[in-house]
């Protein structure tokens, strides 16, 4: 079946650091990717996503590239702020297998301090 | 263009009782979807529909637990005879359908605590 793997956190950095989560799937077909983020008490955000491999999804100084040789889709932002601190999920869909459910990875906790 | 609505925001519950969740789909979309996440946990998928008709159940548990989205009005799932570790929080989501317009698009959620 279908499952995604997460880095665990929580991850703590110092404002203006650099950020990368790592997030690897496994999938028949070709999945589509997603990066969700949820705050404290809130329901999930799509943050990015890429349909196809060597797709890069980028938003907000966030940025995502679709590797499917290494099946992978780290998130990345060259300088993080305290407003980002939240709490990331890495998903994917199957659409072309018909299953458009997603599935989540555990979810990884970023804690900025300023 | 409202956004996934659902409500109620917070619902309690003793155990016994039924609790309903309710969902409206964002403007224009006619799939549903709901996702169950329990404490420090990523989200589950229990049940895909859209009007009138469910697609896949095979993450809803065998008892209990039912879900609709009528003709009109808005998505529900109901969970029956609520037990302690029914406790979660529930989402919906919502997307167009399309083979090419798959995004979910996530509502704040239910935050069901079960006494």
Known sequence: GNSVTQMEGPVTLSE???LTINCTYTATGYPSLFW???YPGE??????KATKADDKG???GFEATYRKETTSFHLEKGSVQVSDSAVYFC???AM???RRALTFGSGTRLQVQP | NAGVMQNPRHLVRRRGQEARLRCSPMKGHSHVYW????PEEGLKFMVYLQKENIIDESGMPKERFSAEFPKEGPSIL????VVRGDSAAYFCASSLGTATQETQYFGPGTRLLVL
């Not at chain 1, 329901?43 to 990015?48: A, E, S, T």
């Open chain 2, 78 to 81: 109901r969970i029956q005879q």
């Open chain 1, 58 to 60: 980028s938003n907000k």
């Open chain 1, 36 to 38: 969700y983020v949820q």
């Open chain 1, 16 to 18: 203006e650091a650099f």
């Open chain 1, 91 to 93: 998903a994917l869909s």
């Open chain 2, 35 to 38: 996702y169950r996440q329990l």
């Open chain 1, 96 to 98: 072309d297998t018909g």
């Open chain 1, 43 to 48: 329901g999930l955000q799509l943050l990015l």
